[in-house]
């Protein structure tokens, strides 16, 4: 399907609508924990911003050619959504372990059937890239992750 759009503008009006969105719920982080979430929702809202001023002074209309099934594009968005929304239920070992198999599964099936063996061999990739996230985050960054029904 191929789209005759301003890109601009959709950029812009998505990065605001996104920072609106992560603004809200930032009041349960800490003095500390917050100034780099802040600091990077003021970066994307200024970005955002410049990019609608351009749209109107300088418009781009570009052909946008969008490939793949929009429904698992949809689904994946969600998706993405609800794991934001799990992280802080479950904890951020748990839900992402969930999501990712999850995740792994549904856009492999667009292959074909996926078996058990192939589901097996996944553990280990999906476990390395969960405690590598892991890791980064509490050991070299020192943002304490949610353990959600691990307290």
């Known amino acids: ?22 603004w809200f719920p930032r009041e349960s982080m800490g003095r500390l924990s917050i100034i780099f979430p802040r600091a990077i929702l003021v970066i ?13 002074t300088k418009p781009a209309a570009r052909r946008v050619h969008v490939e793949g099934n929009p429904v698992r594009l949809a689904v994946m968005i969600v998706v993405l959504f ?21 995740l792994t599964w ?31 985050f509490t050991q070299v960054l020192n943002v304490r992750l949610p353990s959600g029904i691990w307290s």
């Open 1 to 22: 399907m191929t789209l005759r759009l301003n890109t601009d503008l959709a950029a812009g009006v998505f990065g605001l609508l996104f920072a609106a969105l992560l």
């Open 44 to 56: 994307t809202v200024v970005i955002s911003l410049a990019l609608i001023v351009k749209a109107f």
């Open 82 to 102: 609800v794991w934001w929304y799990a992280i802080g239920l479950l904890g951020f070992l748990l839900a992402t372990a969930i999501v990712f198999f999850g």
């Open 106 to 136: 549904y856009l492999a099936r667009v292959e074909g059937p996926v078996t058990m063996r192939r589901l097996a061999q996944w553990v280990p990739v999906v476990a390395l890239l969960i405690g590598a996230f892991y890791l980064a």
